[in-house]
Each structure stands twice: as structure tokens, then as C-alpha cells.
């Protein structure tokens, strides 16, 4: 690491600015493990608190600054991830994760739209997935932590071992048991143009109003879960059955507002849908789909979870 010494009034500090370097990593390692981009944020903050906490002479022995906080990032969302299943026994209806747009739509949720700074983006790919996400959601934390950071990031065992306290083999079992639980959940993947190209036509069939479409698009066994936080309004459980969610979704259709708009979006990397009312992204729809066929929707209308969607006009 550089040091701090020997750099004059004015001048950049590269020692600086190798350590927010590892800002990206650190938000995306973090959002990954709890699902939410507040929490995610207030995690790397709070690693890099503990960082600038440290004195000059400490921080100076570290071999590996980005190791470090690495380590500090996953302890802090290991206990994160501890808390959050206390705190959503609470939880107005069910809890999903935080859907991202694509970073053209992305704002930082303050007036004016301003531009997200780059470093604080997420990298959008299948491990961010609402489906994926969801799937996490199903771990233990040490399961999550270990299967994220091994096989999402490709840190060793011996790495993860020091954020979760237990030994290499142990999380070498964790990171096998996680890895079970996204293979029965996630049975085969589908082409992203197979996946928009299913997506499109929900679109027009529910924009038509068409029942025996909607029904022929879903799944037998499809779910569906919203996720308003008590901050707007949905249904509280999941919806099963692809003919039930055909006549949801028509009602749907058949209650919005004469200003609500359906638009096709990238949901967290993947095809979806976002309802727009007068410029507003007010719902973002995400989907999971296998062989040719909806299994799942995701709806998110909690608008704490949309705070980095633009406008749209």
C-alpha cells in the first residue's frame, strides 16, 4: 500500500485512490449478499468508517487493502443478513430484493434524476436476477456468504473462512448446500431473446386483455409475489396457479388508471416490465421463465425499492 507520507498540498493520493478503487467490488459483493442497494450502501460505508479508523501505522501493515476491506465488507453484511430476518417477521406482505434498472435508467433517487457516480453502480448479470436474488434469500447467511463470495466472486474457502468464523471444509459444505438450492430452483436457463421475446407478448396480451393468452404464457404451477412494504397498495401472498394469475393480472388490466403505461425494461440484467403513471415508475415487474413458459413474477411496488428508477416521460 502507499503511504500517506510525502504527499504535498493539493496532490492526489494514490494510496487513496487505490482503496476507493475497491468501492465497485466492495457494492457489489455487498448487494449481492442482502439484496438492497440502502443496506448494501450503508455496509460499504460503514467498511470504509472502519478503515479510515485505523491509524496511519496499522493501515500501513496491511498487505492487502482490498483484501481487507473485502473481509470487513462480508462480516459486516454476514450480521447484516443475521438482523434483516428479525426485522421482516415484521415486514408488511412479502420481501423482495431491490430490483436495479440498466444503468441508462439509473439515478440516485435524489430530485433532478442526477447521474449515480459509476463506482457505486452494480454490475447487472445473472447473479443479480430478481430469481437468483430470491433464491439467496432462501440461505442461511453463512450459506449466502459462502456460496457468494466463492462462487460469485471466486474467493478461496480459506478467504471465506475468515468472514463466516468456521473452517475452510465447513464452508466448503456451505458453499455445496447453497449451490443444491440454486440448482432445484433454477432448473435450466433460458436465451435472453427467448426470455424478451416471452416477456413481449405477456405485455400484449395483458395490454388486450387476452385471458386465453395470458393463460397459454404462464405456467400451470406459476407463482406470484408482490412486494408493497405496507407503502402501497398489492396483494399480501403469493398467487398460485397460472390461471389465477391470468384473471389477477386481467383485473389488473382492467383497474389501472387511463395514464398507467406498461413498458418493456431491463429488470436486475434481465427482460421485464415497469408500470409507468404520469412519468412515474410506480411497479417494476420481473420474470422468470422456463421452457418458453412464465414460472414466476415478481412485483415490486414498494416505492423505498424504486428510489433509483428514473422518471420516465
Not at 463506482?119 to 448479470?125: G, K
Not at 389488473?252 to 431491463?266: Q, V
Not at 403513471?277 to 421463465?289: L, R, S
Request: hydrophobic share 40%.
Amino acid at each position: 500500500m502507499t503511504t500517506r507520507s510525502g504527499q504535498g498540498h493539493g496532490q492526489a493520493d494514490p494510496g487513496l485512490d487505490a482503496i476507493m478503487s475497491e468501492r465497485r467490488q466492495l457494492m457489489n459483493i455487498a448487494y449481492r449478499l442482502l439484496g438492497s442497494l440502502a443496506e448494501a450502501e450503508d455496509a460499504v460505508q460503514e467498511t470504509y468508517t472502519r478503515w479510515y479508523a485505523l491509524s496511519p501505522r496499522q493501515r500501513d501493515a496491511i498487505e492487502s487493502p482490498g483484501a481487507w476491506l473485502t473481509t470487513v465488507a462480508g462480516r459486516i453484511c454476514l450480521n447484516v443478513l443475521g438482523s434483516a430476518r428479525v426485522r421482516r417477521e415484521t415486514y408488511v406482505g412479502e420481501w423482495l430484493p431491490e430490483p436495479l434498472p440498466e444503468h441508462a435508467e439509473w439515478t440516485t433517487g435524489r430530485p433532478g434524476g442526477t447521474t449515480a457516480d459509476p463506482a457505486e453502480r452494480v454490475t447487472l448479470d445473472e447473479s443479480v436476477s430478481l430469481a437468483f436474488l430470491v433464491v439467496l434469500e432462501s440461505m442461511t447467511p453463512a450459506e449466502r456468504v459462502a456460496f457468494v463470495l466463492h462462487d460469485v466472486f471466486c474467493h478461496s474457502f480459506a478467504e471465506v473462512a475468515e468472514i463466516v468464523g468456521r473452517t475452510p471444509a465447513a464452508c466448503r459444505q456451505l458453499a455445496s448446500s447453497a449451490r443444491r438450492r440454486v440448482r432445484a430452483a433454477r432448473p435450466s436457463a433460458t436465451a435472453a431473446a427467448e426470455r424478451a421475446g416471452v416477456v413481449r407478448d405477456f405485455r400484449r396480451a395483458w395490454e388486450a386483455q387476452d385471458l386465453d393468452a395470458l393463460i397459454g404464457l404462464l405456467d400451470p404451477d406459476a407463482t406470484a409475489t408482490a412486494d408493497g412494504g405496507g407503502l402501497a397498495a398489492t396483494f399480501l401472498h403469493p398467487i398460485e396457479g397460472g390461471a389465477e394469475i391470468a384473471y389477477a393480472w386481467l383485473e389488473i388490466a382492467r383497474r389501472r388508471p387511463g395514464t398507467m403505461a406498461f413498458l418493456e425494461r431491463t429488470v436486475s440484467g434481465q427482460p421485464g416490465l415497469v408500470a409507468v403513471q404520469e412519468g412515474v415508475v410506480v411497479t417494476v415487474f420481473a420474470f422468470d421463465v422456463v421452457g418458453g413458459r412464465i414460472t414466476h413474477i415478481w412485483v415490486v411496488r414498494n416505492p423505498e425499492k424504486l428510489r433509483h428508477w428514473t422518471t420516465t416521460g
